[in-house]
């Protein structure tokens, strides 16, 4: 019996150890001012862990963004919005919904940043 409970036990903080915190992240940059909205890919970040259920310096990834657009594309006075998940499955649906909504409803352009743009974990 306490060999069974030890051998359970051993197992549980091997998985433990081998789990990384991985949290799912991609923006949008939007402009009242333009039909465009561009998004970046989604992107794993390792090492971050969610705190109650919040993005640890979620204001952060939102600036690199917003810097990127302004000093990399030349498109300054955008805003950009932050999206997150520990699942990518749950990101990819929350991206789809987005897009629909901003290409159906609000008549947007959707265009990707591709490789041109990553996040950095600050």
Do not use: W
């Amino acid at each position: 019996m306490i060999f069974a409970l030890l051998l359970v036990s051993s197992l549980c903080v091997a998985q433990a150890k081998g789990k990384k915190d991985v949290v799912y992240i991609f923006g949008a940059s939007i402009s009242v001012t333009d039909s465009t909205v561009y998004f970046t890919e989604i992107q794993e970040i390792e090492g971050v862990k969610l705190e109650k259920g919040n993005l640890p310096h979620r204001q952060y990834y939102s600036y690199e963004l917003k810097d990127y657009m302004s000093f990399k594309e030349n498109l300054p006075g955008r805003t950009s919005v932050i999206y997150f998940s520990e699942k990518r499955s749950t990101l990819e649906k929350k991206e789809m919904k987005i897009k629909e909504r901003l290409v159906e409803r609000e008549r947007k352009t959707v265009l990707y940043l591709g490789d041109k743009f990553s996040f950095v974990k600050p």
